[in-house]
C-alpha cells in the first residue's frame, strides 16, 4: 500500500518541527552549560566567604594567573552569577515557547496524518 504524498503546507510544517527541535536541543545544552557555569559560581562563592580579607588569591585569565584581591574576587564572581542568572532565564523563557510551539505543532501534524 503506498504512503499518500504530502502536501506543501505538510512538509513545511514536518519542516518546521524538525527545525524547533534542534533549536529545543541547542537551547537544552547551552541552560544545562551555564547552571554548571552557575554551580562554579557558587562553589567559588562559598570557598571565599570565610576567607581573611589579607589571603592571597589568584585569577586566571587564559593561560596566565593574576594575583588579586579577595573583594575584587567577590565582585567578579556575583557580577558573574548575575549574567549566568538572567541568561538562563532569558533562555528558559525561550525555551517554554519553542516547547509550547512544538507541541502546537505536533499536535497538527498528528492530525493530519
Known amino acids: 500500500m503506498a504512503q499518500p504524498q504530502m502536501t506543501p503546507e505538510q512538509q513545511e510544517d514536518l519542516q518546521r ?25 557558587e562553589i567559588a562563592k562559598k570557598e571565599t566567604k570565610d576567607m581573611d580579607d589579607s589571603a592571597v588569591i ?7 594567573l593574576f594575583q588579586t584581591s579577595l573583594e575584587d574576587v567577590n565582585k567578579y564572581v556575583e557580577e558573574e552569577h548575575e549574567k549566568v542568572e538572567v541568561r538562563i532565564a532569558s533562555l528558559t523563557k525561550r525555551q517554554n515557547k519553542l516547547v509550547s510551539s512544538f507541541k502546537e505543532l505536533q499536535a497538527k501534524l498528528s492530525g493530519s496524518q
Open 17 to 41: 518541527y524538525q527545525q524547533l527541535a534542534q533549536q529545543l536541543d541547542v537551547i537544552g545544552r547551552q541552560v544545562q552549560q551555564l547552571e554548571m557555569e552557575k554551580r562554579d559560581l
Open 58 to 64: 589568584y585569577r586566571s585569565a587564559g593561560r596566565l
